[in-house]
């Protein structure tokens, strides 16, 4: 695979579009699996523990291993993604779609980074739950206690859940402020242009306004002459009478 910084523009537009492609089909895949694990969620009762505790010393480790590889490839063909858009920013291209496709880029970046850490978070979840079941079934094998360990369980699971929804809410206020700057910054880039465009008639106006003050200081100058030869004429008036 070629390095991103020494490709051309189209190139890496060719490579941003495939990429997102399999990026797309690939977190499909991966949200698919970790929405399946375990099959339905844990609970309460010594019959769930029993089917957990047989699926995990049955296909636990070929499962989880498949899921680790979706994994992976998502974040490999993530980390593609986000140095094609650094190549893609740093080409020099300077027009309004050039920056405008790069923008959408990192968008795109973003919202996929978004949707595989909310994936990777339901199949930790599941996963941590699926363990904690089994260490009680584990070590309540004669069943006593095991359903007063387990409605402690999930307290505790419902509690870290309801933590991770208000993170992710807070998360998507963050990326709303993200975009609301973004949009401001190109805003203010597109003034800086006007700026430095208007910048190139200013020699011009500076010009002018320099020929205006010193026509005033010289027309400043003959008045205060005029006054002071003026003054002089009076002042030996009176001095002669």
Known sequence: MANASSMTWDSLRREARRLEGKIETSLRRYEKLATSYSGNDASSSLSSINSIDAELGETRDSVKDEILDASAESQRLLERL???????AGCGKTGAAARAQVQRCREVLVDFQADFRKTQKTFNRKRETAELFREVHAKNDDGSGAYS????????????????RNADSIYSQA???????????????????????????????????????????????????????????????????
């Open 82 to 88: 986000r140095e094609v858009a650094e190549a893609m």
């Open 149 to 164: 360990a387990t409605e402690h369980l999930l307290r505790e699971r419902n509690a870290v859940t309801s933590s991770q």
């Open 175 to 241: 990326l709303g402020v993200r975009e609301a700057l973004t949009r401001q910054r190109q805003n203010l880039a597109g003034a800086g242009g006007k700026l430095l465009e208007m910048g190139k008639t200013i020699p011009g106006v500076n010009n002018l306004m320099s020929l205006i003050t010193k026509k005033r200081t010289r027309d400043n100058t003959i008045l205060a002459i005029v006054i002071a030869i003026c003054m002089c004429f009076t002042i030996w008036y009176w001095l002669r009478k």
